[in-house]
């Protein structure tokens, strides 16, 4: 979504939910630039969440990930979960731009049978 008049931001609402709307369903692991709403998408200087409702929707609802990677609020570093799916916030870098979070490693066990 929309922040700061960076590049390649849509406004929330309509127009940006029809660019989730292209993520296949059945897809084992979703990554996107920034996080859905209520994870890991705290903002303290801002003293909000900034994540994406229609993308929280879109994740939830339909997509259904294990595994939902994003990094683009630096200070949400860190993994939850709502039950199914993972939410990791694999930014490398911290609120100042330093990189010196540590990489988040995961593994996704192989299908039955394979």
């Known amino acids: 979504p929309w922040f700061n008049g960076w590049g390649f931001n849509l406004p929330r609402g309509q127009s940006l939910l029809d660019k989730w709307n292209l993520i296949p369903e059945g897809i084992d692991i979703l990554m996107t630039h920034g996080p859905p709403l209520g994870f890991r998408d705290w903002v303290p200087k801002e003293l909000q969440r900034v994540g994406c ?4 929707n879109t994740v939830q609802r339909r997509v259904r990930p294990k595994f939902h990677v994003f990094g683009g609020i630096h200070e949400g570093y860190g993994i939850m979960t709502d039950g199914y799916t993972t939410y990791i916030n694999a930014s490398t870098c911290t609120v100042s731009f330093q990189p010196t979070n540590p990489p988040v490693i995961f593994d996704l066990p192989n299908p039955q049978g394979s």
Not at 53 to 56: C, T, Y
């Open 53 to 56: 409702v229609e993308l929280l």
